[in-house]
């Protein structure tokens, strides 16, 4: 399930937005359903976005995800992941991962230090603590959710039409490097949707048929909404769709065309 995640915090590509016109607001909330081939539900994710009580200059965003029905037998997965950003540079502050994983359990936390650049990766589960040098604003897989729906236009994409993000996750520094794909209309549950389709490179192997395996598509409107997500996987392949939402901080833009 920690993929589902993953890829979807790849998956906001975005285009400059003012920050008083933020691609989101508290109180956004996303369903998504996964399938597994094309042709069974093999899960749920939700993810929401809230003010945080304890301190006005954060924001806490909060990822779930669920196995369901029969994936439920021989393969449970409860899973959660959350962040508490930095409202202004989107920088994030605490990151949290709580997983169990068809029994493979993982209780993390991590505290940034973005002045220092140091992340304190404390082990809940092993009750140990150790901090790593981290790269200059360096993003969790939740923060970057949100960092490139808001920041990155395509003035920052490369002559090969890339953009690279330096993130930090368990215990390990990664560039996370996304393509400029196409821009293109597709239908969904709501209508069809201008979007930006996208490849984030994964690594290869364990799960991953190849690097280009994921292909995904987001709203090319202000609230840029993460609407389908398609991975090749060694075995078989995943497909996540957009169900539901709430609370958008802009229109939300359905073309309606023949």
Partial sequence: MKYYFLMLSLIFLNYSIAQDNLAFKS?????????????????????????????????????????????NLFF?????YESYFNKNNIVPDKFIRNIDEGGYT????????????????????????KGFPIKENSQDMVSVFYYLRNFFKMDDLDQNNELVIDMFFDNENYKLKIKYLSTEIINTNFGKILCFKIQPYVQSGRVFKKDESLTMWISADK???????????????????LE???????????????
């Avoid at 749920?44 to 945080?52: F, I, M």
């Avoid at 609230?223 to 769709?241: C, E, F, M, T, Y």
């Fill in 106 to 129: 993982k209780n993390l936390e991590i505290l940034f230090n973005q002045n220092n650049q140091i992340a304190t990766v404390i082990d809940l589960k092993k009750n140990t603590s």
């Fill in 76 to 80: 449970k997965v409860n899973d959660r």
């Fill in 27 to 71: 109180g956004e909330w996303f369903k998504y359903k996964i399938s597994y081939s094309g042709w069974f539900k093999a899960g749920e994710a939700t993810v929401n976005l809230n003010e945080y009580n304890n301190n006005n200059n954060l924001f806490h965003a909060k990822m779930i995800g669920k196995s369901t029905g029969a994936v």
């Fill in 244 to 258: 539901s939402f709430s609370n958008l901080n802009n229109p939300f833009e359905i073309k309606f065309i023949k």
């Fill in 223 to 241: 609230n840029r909404i993460p609407l389908r997500i398609k991975a090749d996987l060694i075995v078989g392949s995943i497909r996540i769709d």
